[in-house]
Nanobody, 114 residues
């Protein structure tokens, strides 16, 4: 099993920045892909950014140039630096990891005020 714990969400004004963290524990050596998803009220969950199975980083078009995905393997922690935030970035952000199945964190709320 893999456990994921997100932190770093909050309320920020448009144009501001936040950094989300996702700490992984358990059988982390089995993780082959990892990323961030988000779900806004009334919308489906969507991919924000991910490390693919090949190690490439993929970003949703809506966040390219504003968000940066990174990780610290020594700490089993993944980060999402979010800059130039927009009201439409408001959502619950979920950390996810694929290790035989998808494992999800509990989510962290990001609210961007206009």
């Amino acid at each position: 099993q893999v456990q994921l714990v997100e932190s770093g969400g909050g309320l920020v004004q448009a144009g501001g920045s936040l950094r989300l963290s996702c700490a992984a524990s358990g059988r982390t050596f089995t993780i082959v892909a990892m990323g961030w998803f988000r779900q806004a009220p009334g919308k489906e969950r969507e991919l924000v950014a991910q490390f693919s199975t090949t190690g490439n980083i993929n970003y949703a078009d809506s966040v390219k140039g504003r968000f940066t995905l990174s990780r610290d393997n020594a700490k089993d922690t993944m980060y999402l630096q979010m800059n130039s935030l927009k009201p439409e970035d408001t959502a619950v952000y979920y950390c996810a990891a694929y290790a035989m199945q998808w494992w999800w964190g509990q989510g962290t709320q990001v609210t961007v005020s206009s």
